[in-house]
Every structure is written in structure tokens, then in C-alpha cells.
């Protein structure tokens, strides 16, 4: 099993009937768990690699009525490599 996170952000709250067919999604096969953040907009989503892909997750959500607005990136922009490498000033 390899555990894969995706995270979405999305525009309009859920109405009740989609926040019933998301709760559905959970019944999928390699789907483990589903996160709401209703302050940030987000809905994180953990799921088995082996029995699903990123793109089938995207479109379950849609077709249960999520307004996904954008897929957030799970990493964090490098630092650059000059702070990375500065030499510290030598000791006096």
C-alpha cells in the first residue's frame, strides 16, 4: 500500500446533499480518510495509491458536487542555495 495525500481548495461551501455524497466517497475502495479545514477552504483527502489516482479523486469530488477550485501543492518551495550555503564569519 502506498498512502498518497491530495489537497483541494475549494470555492462554495457544500450543500447538505453534496456534503452527504462526499461522505459516500469514504465507502471507496482506497479512499482512508477525507479532512475538511472550513476556515482555510480546504479538504484534504489520504488515499491508497495502488487502487486510485489523483485524477479519480478529483472526480469523485466533482461528481459529488464539491466546487474544487484549485489542487494545492503538499510541499513547500525550496530555499535558495546561497542561504543554504553562506559561510559563517569567522571567529575573532
Same mark, same amino acid.
Given at each position: 500500500?502506498?498512502?498518497? $495525500?491530495?489537497?483541494?481548495?475549494?470555492? #462554495? @461551501? @457544500?450543500?447538505?446533499?453534496?456534503?452527504?455524497?462526499?461522505?459516500?466517497?469514504?465507502?471507496?475502495?482506497? /479512499?482512508?480518510? !477525507?479532512?475538511?479545514? %472550513?476556515? %482555510?477552504?480546504? !479538504?484534504? /483527502? %489520504?488515499? $491508497?495509491? #495502488?487502487?486510485?489516482?489523483?485524477?479519480?479523486?478529483?472526480?469523485?469530488?466533482?461528481?459529488?458536487?464539491?466546487?474544487? /477550485?484549485?489542487?494545492? @501543492?503538499? /510541499?513547500?518551495? @525550496?530555499?535558495?542555495?546561497?542561504a543554504l550555503t553562506a559561510a559563517p564569519a569567522p571567529a575573532k
Amino acid at each position: 500500500m502506498t498512502q498518497l $495525500d491530495v489537497q483541494y481548495r475549494y470555492g #462554495t @461551501p @457544500p450543500t447538505e446533499a453534496a456534503a452527504l455524497a462526499i461522505a459516500r466517497i469514504r465507502e471507496v475502495y482506497g /479512499v482512508r480518510h !477525507l479532512s475538511f479545514d %472550513e476556515t %482555510e477552504k480546504t !479538504l484534504l /483527502v %489520504e488515499y $491508497d495509491a #495502488t487502487r486510485l489516482n489523483e485524477p479519480a479523486i478529483h472526480q469523485l469530488l466533482r461528481r459529488a458536487g464539491l466546487d474544487v /477550485v484549485e489542487k494545492l @501543492p503538499m /510541499v513547500t518551495a @525550496p530555499q535558495p542555495v546561497e542561504a543554504l550555503t553562506a559561510a559563517p564569519a569567522p571567529a575573532k
